[in-house]
């Protein structure tokens, strides 16, 4: 059965094997890329700058140890996210990079010293590099023509962008037309959106006084400000801009980056006056602190110091590498910290059943915002830090996100203190909570009766591909739950039963010809396939796939969960027939095992098989004339429902694929094929039509 991951720290990159690289890299490509969406396209981020920065520098290590791990579609080459789809998309004339980071003192003398390098610049050489802070905002581009403002677009993936045109035009910072002259005739000045600390807070006030969500950060809210779909909510926010580059211009007004900016400060665009110009390493840190010791002075968020040379011959002369330019970079702060006392640990479940212990704190102010909770991830990271309840923590708000317990501070850890146990049984519902091999989650596996995880349940169990009940949707079920009348998958089908107190005809949205629409539907759905039953529970790992392999094995619910009990009670064989079952694997089969062992699941399981009545699955067939064959349907099917004929085609023994590869056997492609049949005919794949289709597999 599972076994627990062990804890501690990461491996060092120098000492992974190439196979243990090759993971890493591809568990760490999609952890970023997740981020990254989370950041650029949603505007809420779930980790800190300084844990995020931590994953890329991991990531790049992994490629620079192992060279062949990186591609063009490395995630080194690519910035920011894809646009979101909300707005028109706008390629950009000159892409938006990124800049590299320098965390220490060492790293701007590493930078500045690879610059002289590549000049080949004496010690004597005058190298002017210019210092200003970095913005906590959303970046983005203006383009100028001919002095007016036509266009506006978001950073996106660096290449393309949204088109936030008539947003931008409610920021009363920004010029509708550039002021005085020597403007050229094309200019994009590029910057950063933001919000002031106090404008902030006065929105979080209103925000409170109106009974609604309070926002996290300034960041975050102009972002979301900035992109809203209708411009009249955006005119409401109290944004702001400061420009500080610029993309594709028909001139440049000056031949160095401070000259520049300056113009374009007489141009009417806001520009940061903090910026100055360095002629060596210790003017710049000399500045970063200057600029660090002013920060919570500031009127707005800052994270860093941005360093650039000053003479654009040379920027570019110095060029790019991977996403950034070699010419600038930036200096970031360390996070901002402060200590607390750990009143207790409380233990969330969330919608999937993951166990997440939270800190709760004596109230405590960290970068100007106040921290009650705090997350502690998961039993290893309490193991690993030696939290407990009383001691006192040293909290970290990195880049002013998600706060951070760092570490105890072990000379206040009173004599009371124990070391804290994580809970083996969910705390919502008693269920067992079960850790399994390789994970660092522990989750609830009360599936069915576990009130935390209780809608998402139920939502599940009627959708489409499980019970699929016409009209019953998210918001009905949500409904039904509130009113309690819907708790458990059984309560659907005594609905009807129990109508005549709950009156469900008498509800708003309601009416005597819906509700007995709705209880048509459900009696409807009385008599269902064992496939899509086991899909409906919401067992761990058992998508539609696994549901109709599970279902083919064993043919009947009774099969099943009297193999799953057996396996449960140490019944080694039973445990291994389920293990065996092609495609299952001893991960999908502790699953269903821990499913079917936890009594309350059954006790629910047991209410639901009293109001249904289970279809064996069609057994499959092995001398058809597509068995084993890969097919994929695509356009609109005319004689048959895409599930109708993917079905059919599961039956017939064929794998329903959801792409078109030179390995697909057969394309069966309606009115409207689009992609997939050019791909098809690239590939040289047969193509079929729906009657073709029912020819070959003998229906006509």
């Given at each position: 059965m599972a076994k627990k991951a062990k804890a501690g720290g990461p491996k060092p990159v120098e000492e992974l094997s190439v196979k243990e690289a090759k993971s890493e890299h591809v568990r760490l490509e999609l952890e970023i890329g997740s981020h990254d969406r989370r950041y650029y396209e949603h505007?809420?981020?779930?980790?800190?700058?300084a844990e995020y920065d931590a994953l890329r520098r991991r990531y790049e290590a992994i490629e620079k140890q192992f060279p062949d791990l990186r591609t063009l579609t490395s995630l080194s080459n690519k910035v920011g996210a894809a646009p979101s789809?909300?707005?028109?998309k706008v390629r950009h004339a000159v892409p938006m990079l990124s800049l590299g980071n320098a965390f220490t003192d060492e790293d701007v003398t590493d930078f500045v010293d690879r610059i002289r390098r590549f000049l080949r610049l004496s010690d004597k050489d005058e190298l002017i590099i210019t210092a200003e802070p970095k913005i906590d905002g959303l970046s983005c581009s203006l383009r100028y023509e001919k002095g007016k403002l036509v266009v506006a677009a978001t950073r996106g993936d660096g290449a393309e962008g949204e088109d936030v045109t008539a947003n931008i035009r409610t920021i009363k910072d920004i010029p509708q037309e550039l002021k005085g002259k020597g403007a050229p005739d094309v200019f994009e000045a590029r910057g950063e959106v933001y919000m002031t600390k106090d404008d902030f807070i006065a929105l979080n006030k209103r925000q409170e006084k109106e009974g609604k969500p309070l926002y996290v950060n300034p960041r975050n809210t102009a972002a979301g400000s900035l992109r809203q779909i209708d411009p009249k909510m955006t005119a409401t926010r109290p944004l702001k801009f400061f420009a500080y580059t610029w993309g594709?211009?028909?001139?440049?007004?000056?031949?160095t980056q401070s000259e520049s900016v300056?113009?374009?400060?007489?141009?009417?665009?806001?520009?940061?006056?903090?910026?100055?110009?360095?002629?060596s390493v210790d003017e710049l840190l000399k500045h970063y602190r200057k600029i660090e010791e002013a920060r919570a002075e500031l009127p707005y968020d800052i994270d860093g110091v941005v360093y650039k040379v000053d003479r654009l011959d040379w920027q570019g002369r110095l060029g790019f590498v991977s996403r950034s330019p070699r010419w600038a970079i930036a200096h970031k702060f360390a996070a901002e910290k402060a200590t607390t006392i750990v009143k207790g640990i409380d233990i969330q479940v969330g919608r999937t059943g993951k166990l997440t212990p939270v800190a709760k704190?004596?109230?405590?102010?960290?970068?100007?915002v106040t921290v009650q909770n705090v997350t502690l991830h998961n039993e290893d990271e309490i193991a690993r830090k030696d939290v407990r309840i009383g001691d006192t923590v040293t909290i970290q708000r990195a880049g002013d996100v998600i706060p951070q317990v760092l570490g105890v501070v072990m000379e206040k850890r009173p004599k009371s203190a124990k070391p804290y146990?994580?809970?083996?049984v969910c705390p919502v519902c008693g269920s067992h909570a079960v850790r399994e091999e390789g994970e660092v989650d522990r989750r609830c596996t009360g599936g069915l009766v576990c009130a935390a995880q209780a809608v998402q349940t139920l939502i599940h169990f009627v959708s489409r591909n499980a019970f699929d009940i016409d009209g019953l949707g998210e918001k009905q079920i949500e409904f039904f739950f509130e009113k309690g009348w819907v708790r458990q998958p059984a309560d659907i089908f005594t609905l009807e039963k129990r109508n005549g107190k709950i009156k469900l005809e008498n509800e708003e949205g309601f009416g005597a010809t819906s509700v007995r629409n709705l209880f048509i539907s459900i009696e409807a759905r009385r008599k269902i396939a064992l496939n899509r039953v086991l899909f409906a529970l919401g067992i761990r790992h058992i998508g539609e796939t696994n549901a109709t392999r599970l279902a083919r094995h064993y043919g009947t619910m009774e099969a099943l969960r009297g193999a799953a009990v057996a396996a449960g009670k140490g019944d080694e064989e039973a445990f291994s027939e389920m293990n065996n079952v092609n495609g299952i694997g001893e991960i999908v089969a502790e699953a269903v095992v821990e499913f079917f062992k936890e009594k309350k699941n059954m006790k629910a399981l047991d209410a639901l098989l009293a109001e249904i009545d289970i279809e064996p699955m069609e057994a499959v067939a092995k001398d058809s004339p597509v068995s084993g064959k890969?097919?994929?349907?695509t356009g609109s099917l005319e004689q048959m429902t895409r599930d109708e004929a993917k079905a059919m085609a599961e039956r017939l023994g064929a794998k329903v694929a959801g792409s078109v590869s030179k390995k697909t056997d057969y394309l069966v492609a309606g009115p409207g094929a689009g992609s997939k049949l050019k791909e098809a005919q690239k590939h040289g794949v047969r193509v079929l039509s729906e009657d073709d289709w029912f020819t070959l597999i003998g229906k006509k």
């Open positions: 505007d809420a981020p779930v980790i800190s700058d789809g909300k707005f028109k594709e211009a028909s001139e440049l007004p000056a031949d300056a113009a374009m400060k007489r141009w009417g665009l806001p520009t940061n006056a903090l910026m100055k110009k360095c002629k704190l004596e109230p405590v102010t960290v970068g100007g146990k994580f809970p083996e890969s097919v994929v349907f």
